[in-house]
């Protein structure tokens, strides 16, 4: 039986993996894969990594080192690796697609937290405090969504606010053939819109997309989401938009210095971040631990595809879901 090396694995990533697989002896590694972990995967031809995992040059020349032919991503974006560098070395496969309906409800669940902030409601009546002062949200319906990136993710929590009564705007370079939208420029786009969500992936070209310069362009008082990944949005920037009352609130699934903090307990340490302890602490902005994939559904396609992937790599087949460099 093939090994597997499966990094940065959780209780909640087994459930499905064990459930279904019936080929493999997968090696559970709580750690995440970086240079100094990739030696836990010799005697294995293919590691299992996440979106926080260290997959650059030095990774990949280890687990070359060590045999190791194949590294397959469960999850969609890539980001994370160094495909210039694996280019002709090793093999990268993905889960492009788990549920984009997980991750476009958590968006709009984040927006209704910040909005109507239901986290300082929940925590109030527990303590029966039934006051209402400094909960006043406003309405969603008539008001304009700004969505940046109209994949798959994208398009599905346009149709959400769409069916929240909002009008919707979007920007994309690249916009969906025969797809019924008001596509913008994104500079129209940061004017006009009362809440702005990112969903395109994390560039050259996207990183920092929410700047200094851009949040100006902003209407006063818009809402920002991101559920796409942390370097889209220069924190420093969205903090003081926050500070000056220029940005109304903001709802984060993702933060750009999150590789070292998100999907463990550090609850009885102090954190060393201060921008993300100030960002936290803002009444005004809800954080959630890039956790918007987190549903049943995606877990068991996760599963899956992941299953599959690995497969077609052992059964010597060409590689459906693989990931290369391209100029
Ligand atoms: P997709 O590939 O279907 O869509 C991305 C869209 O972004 C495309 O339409 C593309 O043309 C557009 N785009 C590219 N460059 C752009 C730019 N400069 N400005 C505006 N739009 C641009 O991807 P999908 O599946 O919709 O996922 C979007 C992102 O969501 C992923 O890249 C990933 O970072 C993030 N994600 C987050 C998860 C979470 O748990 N928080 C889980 C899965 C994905």
């Not at 990949?60 to 070395?89: F, H, M, P, S, T």
């Not at 596509?183 to 129209?188: L, T």
């Not at 000056?244 to 609850?267: M, N, P």
């Amino acid at each position: 039986m093939e090994k597997i090396a499966f990094y940065d694995t959780k209780p909640y990533d087994k459930v499905w993996f064990d459930k279904l697989n019936t080929d493999y002896e997968i090696k559970y590694i709580e750690s995440k894969l970086t240079p100094d972990t990739a030696h836990a995967a010799r005697g294995c031809k293919a590691v299992v990594a996440f979106v926080n995992d260290n997959i650059g040059s030095e990774t990949v020349d280890e687990l070359c080192e060590i045999g190791v032919k194949l590294i397959a991503l469960r999850c969609a974006g890539y980001n994370n690796v160094d495909l210039k560098y694996a280019k002709d070395k090793i093999n990268i496969v993905r889960v492009p697609v788990y549920s984009p309906y997980a991750i476009a409800e958590h968006t709009m669940a984040l927006l209704l937290s910040v909005n109507r902030k239901i986290p300082r409601a929940f925590i109030r009546t527990r303590d029966f405090n039934f006051s209402l002062n400094g909960l006043t949200g406003f309405d969603l319906h008539g008001k304009t969504a700004g969505v940046i990136g109209t994949g798959q993710i994208g398009r599905i929590f346009i149709d959400i606010c769409k069916g929240f009564g909002m009008k919707v705007i979007a920007y994309d370079p690249y916009p969906a053939e025969g797809y019924n939208i008001e596509y913008v420029s994104f500079d129209k786009l940061l004017a006009e819109s009362d809440v702005i969500s990112l969903h395109c992936p994390l560039t050259t070209e996207t990183r920092y997309i929410i700047n200094e310069a851009s949040i100006t362009k902003m209407k006063d008082g818009a809402v920002i989401l991101n559920t796409s990944r942390g370097q889209l949005i220069d924190t420093d920037a969205l903090l003081q938009a926050l500070k000056d009352k220029k940005i109304r609130g903001a709802g984060l699934d993702v933060y750009e210095e999150e590789t070292e903090l998100f999907f463990e307990d550090y609850s009885s340490t102090i954190i060393q971040d201060d921008v993300l302890s100030l960002l936290v602490s803002l009444p005004n902005v809800i954080m959630t631990s890039h956790q918007a994939f987190l549903t049943d559904e995606a877990l068991q396609k996760i599963a899956e595809v992941t299953l599959f992937n690995l497969k077609q790599f052992f059964d010597g087949e060409a590689l459906q879901n693989s990931v290369v460099y391209q100029k």
